[in-house]
């Protein structure tokens, strides 16, 4: 029996202000979301993308390739656009490191910090959400 992974192709819009996206955090869902996030929220959308890519990379690296997941993008109203991925694991929290220039990775949270008005995490018993708000472009 073939089972078909979940990828931001069945991206749903819930409304006008909201996309939700169910999907496995495999390298191949990151473009297909970023495409998703830019049809729903327009070309205006690098920092929203930004954002997308990094916390389903940071899943992918930090929880596990095939963890399944959980994006929503919404527009909130003062705020900008709010950015959620939830995952199962509640215990592997990000960490804002400060790589340096010999460094491979460690900067996507930099990344996420520098265009994000403000960002955290909300722990659940059996899950948590890492979120993101970015200033809306212009529609």
């Known amino acids: 029996m073939h089972h078909q992974t979940p990828t ?62 959980r994006v929503r993008v919404a527009r909130v109203e003062g705020v900008g656009i709010r950015v959620e991925v939830t995952d199962p694991d509640p215990r592997v929290l990000p960490v804002l490191l400060h790589a340096t220039g010999e460094d491979e990775s460690g900067r996507g949270l930099v990344l996420l910090d520098a265009v994000a008005r403000r960002w955290g995490v909300e722990q659940g018993a059996a899950s948590k959400t890492v979120w993101c708000e970015v200033e809306a472009g212009e529609e």
């Open 8 to 69: 931001a192709a069945g991206a749903k819009v819930v409304s006008p202000h909201e996309l939700a996206v169910e999907l496995l955090a495999v390298p191949k869902a990151v473009p297909e979301l970023r495409r998703a996030v830019r049809g729903y929220a327009g070309a205006a959308c690098s920092e929203v993308e930004l954002c997308v890519s990094e916390l389903l990379g940071n899943v992918i690296r930090h929880v596990g390739e095939g963890t399944p997941v």
